[in-house]
């Protein structure tokens, strides 16, 4: 599965885009959500992972305005995708999540940790 790679790629572009641990452990949250959903494919799994960092960022913390420009510059960059389809990609996953961006705890709790320990 691709799942693991990815991650590591979320994980690595969120460090350099200096998002907090807990940002990317609510993104993880939203894409194993979206994976349990059956909703990832090739085509899409990139811009999954991507619409993931870009919502969690958005709800988590107090990315200004060109921080945010940033983030979708490295996530265009790095998942080669097209800002436009991140965007609409965006409504697709909060469609998905049903809207419920602020995830409860325990959900996000043991990837806090273990991203914690690995740095």
Do not use: W
Not at 29 to 37: G, H, S
Not at 43 to 58: F, Y
Not at 94 to 103: G, I, M
């Amino acid at each position: 599965s691709p799942t693991p790679s990815l991650k590591r790629e979320m994980r690595n572009l969120s460090e350099e885009c200096s998002l907090e641990p807990v940002t990317v452990s609510m993104a993880y949250v939203y894409f194993e959500k979206l994976v349990l959903q059956g909703k990832l494919n090739k085509q899409n799994r990139k811009l999954c992972a991507g619409a993931c960092v870009l919502l969690a960022a958005k709800i988590s913390s107090d990315l200004r305005k060109h921080e945010v420009k940033h983030l979708i510059d490295k996530l265009e960059e790095r998942f080669r995708f097209n800002r436009r389809d991140l965007i609409g990609f965006e409504f697709t996953v909060l469609v998905a999540l049903e809207l419920a961006l602020y995830l409860p705890e325990n959900q996000v709790l043991p990837h806090y940790r273990r991203l914690t320990q690995q740095s």
